[in-house]
């Protein structure tokens, strides 16, 4: 089993450097063209079906795609739609100090229910394709919160349609997060390199927990 994990396009709180969440905030051109250029690098990869979060940034994303490619849509599916912010959404990510914006609020959704909804949504593609290669469109802490799970490091930051790579042993035993690798992380817009699983990866990225 092969899941690319993408971020979706830009969005104009994108670009002002606002916290989205769970609003819906639609691709602004720039982001659509992103897509249109993800799209040409990974129509040739082996891409069998491409699933999306639910908000519009990210089902628009995999339009753009699916219709260039030819790579079939299967839809959405919640668990992969971005962390709520709650009381913080539409606020600036950085402080005025400069520094990122503290995410302790109450009504920030919790690393590990991120992390609970996410890996679950994962597993219901593995059960349903163990054997293809699978695109998923998401979101930065969605997918950067998933990579603390897969990784013995900490998870960069996921550009727009940067592309995450992981990849299931055919021969390890245990959960998803712990017989999986990630042999690709977080290649940034416009995927170079990342469309296909036979590109080189650095040696770093394919450091996972045993």
């Known amino acids: 089993m092969r899941i690319g994990l993408i ?29 249109e250029d993800a799209a040409s690098l990974l129509r040739d990869g082996g891409w069998q079906r491409i699933y999306s979060s639910p908000l519009l940034r990210a089902r628009d994303t995999a339009k753009i795609i699916s219709s260039l490619t030819g790579i079939a849509s299967a839809g959405v599916h919640p668990g992969f739609i971005e962390r709520s912010f709650g009381a913080l959404e539409g606020q600036p990510y ?26 679950a949504a994962l597993e219901v593609i593995e059960d349903a394709h ?18 603390d799970l897969f990784l013995a ?9 940067a592309l995450t790579v992981i990849e299931r042993s055919d021969t390890a035993s245990g959960g998803l997060a712990m017989s999986s690798r990630v042999v690709t992380i977080a290649n940034g817009y416009p995927l170079p390199l990342a469309a296909t699983h036979r590109d080189p990866v650095p040696e770093t990225a394919v450091l996972a927990r045993p």
């Open 7 to 35: 971020r979706h396009g830009e969005t104009e709180w994108n670009a002002r450097g606002l916290l989205q969440g769970t609003t819906d905030i639609p691709l602004n051109a720039r982001g659509r063209d992103q897509a």
């Open 94 to 119: 950085a402080t005025p100090q400069g520094t990122r914006r503290p995410l302790d609020h109450p009504s920030v959704e919790t690393t590990a229910q991120v992390q609970a909804r996410a890996l």
């Open 130 to 147: 163990p054997d293809d290669s699978t695109l998923v469109i998401s979101h930065g802490s969605v997918i950067r919160l998933l990579l």
């Open 153 to 161: 490091f900490k998870a960069p930051s996921i550009n727009n349609l």
